[in-house]
């Protein structure tokens, strides 16, 4: 019984910023990836940010140098730092786990860029 939950998602300026948290508990025995999607109304559900188990990240073009994603392994917990916030940001973010015992969505968090 793996759960994810996700916080601190909400509204914020254009230019502003957030950081998501995503904590993962229940039988995970160990994690190979965790990440972050987002999907906006109207498309897809789409990649924002990747880390391996090995530290390794990956991120969307369209976020470079404004996201960051990082983790505290000790507390199953993985973060996604959003600087430089802009309208077309608006998303529902969800976190993602891939563990040694199958693949886990998070519930969903609202985030609204205003202009």
């Known amino acids: 019984q793996v759960q994810l939950v996700e916080s601190g998602g909400g509204l914020v300026q254009a230019g502003g910023s957030l950081r998501l948290s995503c904590a993962a508990s229940?039988?995970?025995?160990?994690?190979?990836?965790m990440g972050w999607y987002r999907q906006a109304p109207g498309k897809q559900r789409d990649v924002v940010a990747v880390?391996?188990?090995?530290?390794?990240?990956s991120y969307a073009d369209s976020v470079k140098g404004r996201f960051t994603i990082s983790r505290d392994n000790a507390k199953n917990t993985v973060y996604l730092q959003m600087n430089s916030l802009k309208p077309e940001d608006t998303a529902v973010y969800y976190c993602?786990?891939?563990?040694?015992?199958?693949?886990?969505w998070g519930q969903g968090t609202q985030v609204t860029v205003s202009s």
């Open positions: 229940g039988s995970i025995l160990s994690i190979n990836v």
């Open positions: 880390m391996s188990s090995g530290g390794s990240t």
């Open positions: 993602r786990l891939v563990a040694g015992t199958g693949a886990y």
